[in-house]
């Protein structure tokens, strides 16, 4: 069973986990829309219009916090001794549970929560309050240029920095994705770490996440001390250096972290799964 791919069993999957999880999943969009509307309530106190990069970030950060979250919250029991009894021997093979696992938790669940999210706050832009909310963010949710039109339109960028800032994000627009896309390919170690861990879920990946930040500040510490160290000695790298270096660095990371870790990620999710003893 592990070695096989059936598109109808696989149909049949899907059809069964979301029968098992739509209420948790409604339940949860629910939450996320009750939350927005308090910050709404709240924005009504300071009486001033909020504009379309405000909202775009704010919903993009919630989003992406959910999104994260779900893994835990639709797919907990699914590795644990007692309660994965009945996923372990669902008539579905790993690779079929796999893509069920992704189709459910990191297409349909973002997709569903980020539509209703961004019709609630089109709804919202129709009401004449007093701190009324203006323009639409479906663009800069769905769109990697509208996003980044709105985050350089509305930060305070030095006019002499314009140039490389310009030049940087010019380069690295092959390689961006939307942050809808986002969403979808950050939640894979998510994913992985929920499944990896029995008991603890949530406070282990703190756990590894906070070493994995300890290690890039230091990393970052070591670097700024030898660009210090290098400064003293009057090697100063010039701009044309300095842009150069900063756009390799971008589009590397972008790659991997866009690209490579999330396909890693799922193909370590799948043989997790596949040899998961219970």
Same mark, same amino acid.
């Given at each position: 069973?592990?070695?096989?791919?059936?598109?109808?069993?696989?149909?049949?999957?899907?059809?069964?986990?979301?029968?098992?999880?739509?209420?948790?999943?409604?339940?949860?969009?629910?939450?996320?829309?009750?939350?927005?509307?308090?910050?709404?309530?709240?924005?009504?106190?300071?009486?001033?219009?909020?504009?379309?990069?405000?909202?775009?970030?704010?919903?993009?950060?919630?989003?992406?916090?959910?999104?994260?979250?779900?893994?835990?919250?639709?797919?907990?029991?699914?590795?644990?001794?007692?309660?994965?009894?009945?996923?372990?021997?669902?008539?579905?093979?790993?690779?079929?549970?796999?893509?069920?696992?992704?189709?459910?938790?990191?297409?349909?669940?973002?997709?569903?929560?980020?539509?209703?999210?961004?019709?609630?706050?089109?709804?919202? %832009? $129709? @009401?004449? +309050?007093?701190?009324?909310? &203006?323009?639409?963010?479906?663009? !800069?949710?769905? *769109?990697?240029?509208?996003?980044?039109?709105?985050?350089?339109?509305?930060?305070?960028?030095?006019?002499?920095?314009?140039?490389?800032?310009?030049?940087?994000?010019?380069?690295?627009?092959?390689?961006?994705?939307?942050?809808?896309?986002?969403?979808?390919?950050?939640?894979?170690?998510?994913?992985?770490?929920?499944?990896?861990?029995?008991?603890?879920?949530?406070?282990? %990946? $703190? @756990?590894? +996440?906070?070493?994995?930040? &300890?290690?890039?500040?230091?990393? !970052?510490?070591? *670097?700024?001390?030898?660009?210090?160290?290098?400064?003293?000695?009057?090697?100063?790298?010039?701009?044309?250096?300095?842009?150069?270096?900063?756009?390799?660095?971008?589009?590397?990371?972008?790659?991997?972290?866009?690209?490579?870790?999330?396909?890693?990620?799922?193909?370590?999710?799948?043989?997790?799964?596949?040899?998961?003893?219970?």
């Amino acid at each position: 069973m592990n070695a096989t791919f059936n598109i109808h069993r696989l149909g049949l999957t899907i059809s069964k986990e979301l029968q098992e999880k739509y209420l948790t999943i409604l339940g949860t969009i629910g939450i996320i829309l009750l939350a927005y509307l308090f910050i709404w309530a709240i924005n009504q106190i300071g009486g001033d219009p909020v504009p379309a990069y405000s909202r775009a970030k704010g919903v993009i950060s919630i989003l992406s916090i959910v999104s994260c979250l779900a893994p835990f919250i639709l797919y907990k029991n699914e590795n644990r001794r007692m309660e994965g009894v009945f996923y372990a021997i669902s008539p579905a093979s790993t690779l079929e549970k796999t893509i069920s696992m992704f189709v459910v938790c990191s297409l349909i669940f973002p997709l569903t929560a980020t539509v209703l999210t961004l019709s609630l706050d089109s709804l919202i %832009t $129709l @009401l004449p +309050f007093k701190a009324p909310y &203006t323009g639409s963010i479906w663009g !800069s949710v769905f *769109s990697y240029r509208d996003y980044m039109d709105i985050l350089m339109d509305s930060s305070m960028i030095n006019p002499e920095q314009q140039g490389l800032v310009d030049r940087i994000y010019s380069s690295m627009s092959p390689l961006m994705i939307s942050p809808f896309a986002g969403l979808i390919l950050g939640q894979s170690p998510f994913v992985l770490l929920n499944m990896l861990f029995r008991k603890n879920k949530i406070g282990y %990946t $703190l @756990l590894i +996440f906070f070493g994995i930040l &300890t290690i890039m500040m230091v990393a !970052s510490i070591v *670097s700024v001390l030898n660009i210090v160290d290098t400064a003293q000695t009057g090697e100063i790298p010039g701009v044309e250096e300095l842009a150069n270096w900063i756009d390799t660095w971008v589009k590397a990371w972008l790659l991997i972290v866009s690209y490579i870790l999330p396909v890693v990620f799922w193909i370590l999710t799948y043989f997790r799964i596949r040899r998961i003893q219970y």
